[in-house]
T-cell receptor, first 117, second 113 residues
Framework: AQKITQTQPGMFVQEKEAVTLDCTYD???????LFWYKQPSSGEMIFLIY??????QNATEGRYSLNFQKARKSANLVISASQLGDSAMYFC??????????????FGQGTTLQVKP | DVKVTQSSRYLVKRTGEKVFLECVQD?????MFWYRQDPGLGLRLIYF???????EKGDIPEGYSVSREKKERFSLILESASTNQTSMYLC????????????FGSGTRLTVV
């Protein structure tokens, strides 16, 4: 069964508008962490934001925020005021406590975001 | 600045060749990982290592092996390359303690012809 699901293969957004990238997850662990990464066309993976399963507040980092709905098992990324440089592929990922100290990440399929001028 | 360096950005190899993909990190991280990335499938874990000479299979280890003789270096080996191993390969590392995320290399795009 897919542990991380990103249902939007591709998205378009107008520059300066906000966009939400969807992510749902499946785990039986009580303790886990959720990550979002950005991958520009150059290939490197850039860490954006982290949400712990016990964090009561939604995580925010600048223009990025994570809309964490634990009961629904969703962890959507919200990008406010989109910029042309936000055009990239975005990956949602999860680390389960049961993975121990290795901390291996499980990734979703990715969403390609294109920002239109 | 901390770094994970993958030795090649692009590689073209022939079917049946033995291929080595090298990854070096300068952060004294215990854990290192090899993923392959394919369109529509995201990143899938091939192998990981939690210490020198220690390794564990990930989700798709078939056709691959790894070597970690030194803490900073983690090599992915394709024993006999096949065309279905054409992919982007990403190396990552993280500390063995705490909640830190990964630091990724820039990736190696391998084409097997």
């Amino acid at each position: 069964a897919q542990k991380i699901t990103q249902t939007q293969p591709g998205m378009f957004v107008q520059e300066k508008e906000a966009v939400t990238l969807d992510c749902t997850y499946d785990t039986s662990d009580q303790s886990y962490g959720l990550f979002w990464y950005k991958q520009p066309s150059s290939g490197e993976m850039i860490f954006l934001i982290y949400q712990g399963s016990y964090d009561e507040q939604n995580a925010t980092e600048g223009r990025y925020s994570l809309n964490f709905q634990k009961a629904r098992k969703s962890a959507n990324l919200v990008i406010s005021a989109s910029q042309l440089g936000d055009s990239a592929m975005y990956f949602c990922a999860m680390r389960e406590r049961s993975s121990g100290n290795t901390g291996k990440l499980i990734f979703g399929q990715g969403t390609t975001l294109q920002v239109k001028p | 600045d901390v770094k994970v360096t993958q030795s090649s950005r692009y590689l073209v190899k022939r079917t049946g060749e033995k291929v080595f993909l090298e990854c070096v990190q300068d952060m004294d991280h215990e854990n290192m990982f090899w993923y392959r990335q394919d369109p529509g499938l995201g990143l899938r874990l091939i192998y990981f290592s939690y210490d020198v000479k220690m390794k564990e299979k990930g989700d798709i280890p078939e056709g691959y092996s790894v070597s970690r003789e030194k803490k900073e270096r983690f090599s992915l080996i394709l024993e006999s390359a096949s065309t279905n191993q054409t992919s982007m390969y990403l190396c990552a590392s993280r500390t063995g303690t705490g909640g830190g995320g990964y630091t990724f290399g820039s990736g190696t795009r391998l084409t097997v012809v």
